[in-house]
């Protein structure tokens, strides 16, 4: 049986206009500079690639696998037509090349907290068109004029997804010959499951809404919503979205009530944006809890937004619980409406 692989896709995409071929071009430059990212991450020394090294643009700490990372990434667009990157890594805009008709929002590593643990971590990336003069401000855009979004997990395998506005497709690397091989074409996000992710840990920091929408799925089959959940937190946003493009849920990571978080902590550019771009082409939703991510005006490089994507069914519900919360927020599952000590 034949198979598709990603060089198909992208001749295919190469044949419709120019800016769809450089768009092309861009794509297998920064996949196979994936490859060669897998194979670093593969040979990387515990305590050694994973060594803080500063502080990144956006406040967070910095790894040396982070900016080994941004500099192959940012070598393999050197001869595309890319006039600039944008990087989590980077305060400012890179240049690339004078005149390029695209620009690149990237993570060059997400979830390097994972490293020394095998856990998987990822590239994100988002191309959008370079518009009349500064690039900073065709960075800037809404995720509306994203021409193509994607993430590479590097895990037990190394994985794509995928999006040119076509529907979301998964690929597979073959090790042995190097190619992207697809496995799942136009992925259709399952509209009901059984999963939830956010980093419980944060709880006590949450506000009333989302610990009661939590609270509801804890309590499980005792409480409102009269079936069982599972959570899982793997703190690593690919591996979180690879999960839920194949078998639904929701991911969540709101504002909360610590220093720093009110306005939450998903880049907007280089991070929500990409991921809303795939979970919608696969017919699920992504919003900072009322507003569609891909709707949100960015007013710099390194914003941060809250983020909940999914089934659209359960994004909807998160909503329906910040605008209209329900009138017992209970502290604990404890002490729902059919909790333990119901009577």
């Given at each position: 049986m034949a198979t598709t692989t990603l060089d198909d896709h992208l001749s295919a995409l190469r044949q419709v206009d120019s800016l769809h071929g450089a768009v092309a071009d861009v794509l297998a430059s920064l996949t196979t500079c994936g490859v060669a990212v897998a194979s670093l991450i593969a040979r990387s020394a515990p305590g050694v690639d994973s060594a803080v090294v500063g502080d990144n643009a956006s406040g967070d700490t910095q790894k040396a696998l982070d900016v080994q990372a941004e500099l192959l990434f940012v070598e393999a667009l050197a001869?595309?037509?890319?006039?600039?990157?944008?990087?989590?890594?980077?305060?400012?805009?890179?240049?690339?090349?004078?005149?390029?008709?695209?620009?690149?929002?990237?993570?060059?590593?997400?979830?390097?907290?994972?490293?020394?643990?095998?856990?998987?971590?990822?590239?994100?990336?988002?191309?959008?068109?370079?518009?009349?003069?500064?690039?900073?401000?065709?960075?800037?855009?809404?995720?509306?004029?994203?021409?193509?979004?994607?993430?590479?997990?590097?895990?037990?395998?190394?994985?794509?997804?995928?999006?040119?506005?076509?529907?979301?497709?998964?690929?597979?690397?073959?090790?042995?010959?190097?190619?992207?091989?697809?496995?799942?074409?136009?992925?259709?996000?399952?509209?009901e499951a059984q999963e939830y992710a956010i980093n419980a840990s944060n709880a006590r920091h949450w506000t009333p809404s989302i610990r009661a929408y939590v609270n509801h799925l804890v309590s499980g089959s005792t409480g409102p919503r009269d079936r069982d959940f599972n959570m899982r937190w793997i703190a690593s946003l690919v591996a979180e979205t690879y999960r839920i493009l194949l078998r639904g849920g929701i991911y969540l990571y709101p504002a909360d009530q610590r220093e720093g978080y009110g306005a939450g902590r998903i880049r907007l550019v280089y991070e929500a944006n990409p991921i809303a771009f795939l979970c919608e082409q696969a017919g699920g939703e992504a919003t900072n809890g009322i507003t569609a991510i891909m709707d949100m005006e960015p007013t710099s490089l390194h914003q941060r937004v809250p983020f909940i994507f999914g089934s659209t069914s359960k994004v909807a519900r998160v909503r329906r619980y910040l605008l209209d919360p329900p009138a017992n927020q209970e502290e604990s599952p404890l002490f729902s409406q059919r909790g333990l000590f119901r009577t």
């Amino acid at each position: 049986m034949a198979t598709t692989t990603l060089d198909d896709h992208l001749s295919a995409l190469r044949q419709v206009d120019s800016l769809h071929g450089a768009v092309a071009d861009v794509l297998a430059s920064l996949t196979t500079c994936g490859v060669a990212v897998a194979s670093l991450i593969a040979r990387s020394a515990p305590g050694v690639d994973s060594a803080v090294v500063g502080d990144n643009a956006s406040g967070d700490t910095q790894k040396a696998l982070d900016v080994q990372a941004e500099l192959l990434f940012v070598e393999a667009l050197a001869g595309s037509d890319v006039a600039a990157v944008c990087s989590e890594e980077t305060e400012l805009a890179i240049p690339v090349n004078a005149g390029g008709r695209l620009v690149v929002a990237l993570d060059p590593i997400d979830g390097s907290s994972n490293i020394d643990t095998n856990a998987p971590i990822g590239t994100i990336f988002s191309i959008l068109p370079m518009l009349d003069g500064d690039a900073t401000d065709s960075l800037l855009q809404t995720g509306r004029a994203q021409l193509a979004a994607g993430f590479i997990v590097y895990g037990p395998r190394t994985v794509l997804a995928l999006t040119w506005g076509e529907g979301t497709f998964l690929y597979c690397l073959d090790p042995v010959t190097g190619a992207f091989v697809q496995t799942h074409a136009k992925v259709a996000l399952p509209i009901e499951a059984q999963e939830y992710a956010i980093n419980a840990s944060n709880a006590r920091h949450w506000t009333p809404s989302i610990r009661a929408y939590v609270n509801h799925l804890v309590s499980g089959s005792t409480g409102p919503r009269d079936r069982d959940f599972n959570m899982r937190w793997i703190a690593s946003l690919v591996a979180e979205t690879y999960r839920i493009l194949l078998r639904g849920g929701i991911y969540l990571y709101p504002a909360d009530q610590r220093e720093g978080y009110g306005a939450g902590r998903i880049r907007l550019v280089y991070e929500a944006n990409p991921i809303a771009f795939l979970c919608e082409q696969a017919g699920g939703e992504a919003t900072n809890g009322i507003t569609a991510i891909m709707d949100m005006e960015p007013t710099s490089l390194h914003q941060r937004v809250p983020f909940i994507f999914g089934s659209t069914s359960k994004v909807a519900r998160v909503r329906r619980y910040l605008l209209d919360p329900p009138a017992n927020q209970e502290e604990s599952p404890l002490f729902s409406q059919r909790g333990l000590f119901r009577t």
